[in-house]
């Protein structure tokens, strides 16, 4: 989550992250080979998505999902949830992978929390 955080705070409008990985590493002070261990997982979650090249392979950048991603206005939130949708049901784009809650959250009162 710590992760995903600083990747929404690097993106841009729309989930484009144009920082490079060995930035990313830099910035958040771990390395490269951490960088790629931090993202694996997000990917695996289709959180963050990496974008075939023109030759078909997969390239060095990163985009987070349209679902995940933030936005300008709630206008431009919408519009992008709408294409987003679309695009899964076509097939286009990968759904999120999120998984489901263990245990439903407490309906009424507050959770017992504590501070670890």
Known sequence: M???HYLLHRSDFGGQLSVKQKDMAQEYRVTPQAVSN???P???LNIVLRPKNEDGGKGNSYRLHPLAAKYASPEDMEASFRQAI???KAGEL???KLPSYASV???E???NLQVA
């Open 42 to 44: 997000l990917c695996d």
């Open 105 to 107: 959250p407490p309906a």
């Open 38 to 40: 931090l993202i694996a």
């Open 94 to 96: 990968p759904n999120l």
């Open 86 to 88: 679309k695009s899964i």
């Open 109 to 111: 009162g507050r959770p």
């Open 2 to 4: 710590k992760f995903l």
